[in-house]
Structure formats: structure tokens, C-alpha cells
């Protein structure tokens, strides 16, 4: 259920972090880290992806382990797609 609540949330730039995100996590999260991505994925779209492209500072009460695994995600599927101008390094 997560998995398809991550990429089904109707804010496409979101659903690309999130919908791959929890295919690769999800399934190894404990329970602790379910709850806390359930949580955030209860966050309004424009919050969130802000939050994780860091346009804007996160709250505190988000900011924490799950928060930097989002950030260290969207940073290697960045590198994996290259810096748009031909390059993949």
C-alpha cells in the first residue's frame, strides 16, 4: 500500500523520488521506518518535494534519518541521469 501511495500522489516530480524510493526501501523498512514514511507521505506534495530538493529548510519534526535517506536517493538518481548536458559524471 505504500509503495503504490508513493507513486500515486499526483504531483508527477514527487511520484519519481517516491515511487522508486519505496521500491527500494520499503521492503526492508522496520517497523518504526513504515510509520515515519506513512507520516511523510501524509505531507503536501509542493512541502515535500521541497523539502527534499532542500528548497526549503525541513521542519524538524521530518528531519531525520528517513529525511537524509530521501535526500542521499534523489542525490544518486541525479548522478545516474547525469547533469543534463551529456555527461554522466
Same mark, same amino acid.
Given at each position: 500500500?505504500? @509503495? ?66 530521501? @535526500? ?6 541525479? @548522478? ?10
Amino acid at each position: 500500500m505504500l @509503495k503504490l501511495r508513493a507513486w500515486r500522489r499526483g504531483f508527477r516530480e514527487a511520484d519519481l523520488i517516491l515511487g522508486p524510493f519505496a521500491d527500494q526501501h520499503v521492503a526492508t523498512f522496520s517497523d518504526e521506518q513504515l510509520d515515519a514514511f506513512e507520516v511523510l507521505l501524509e505531507v503536501p506534495d509542493q512541502d515535500l518535494y521541497g523539502w527534499i530538493l532542500e528548497r526549503e529548510p525541513t521542519p524538524p519534526e521530518f528531519d531525520g534519518p528517513l529525511m537524509d535517506m530521501l @535526500k542521499a536517493f534523489r542525490d544518486q538518481a541525479h @548522478k545516474a541521469i547525469g547533469d543534463g548536458t551529456g555527461s554522466h559524471g
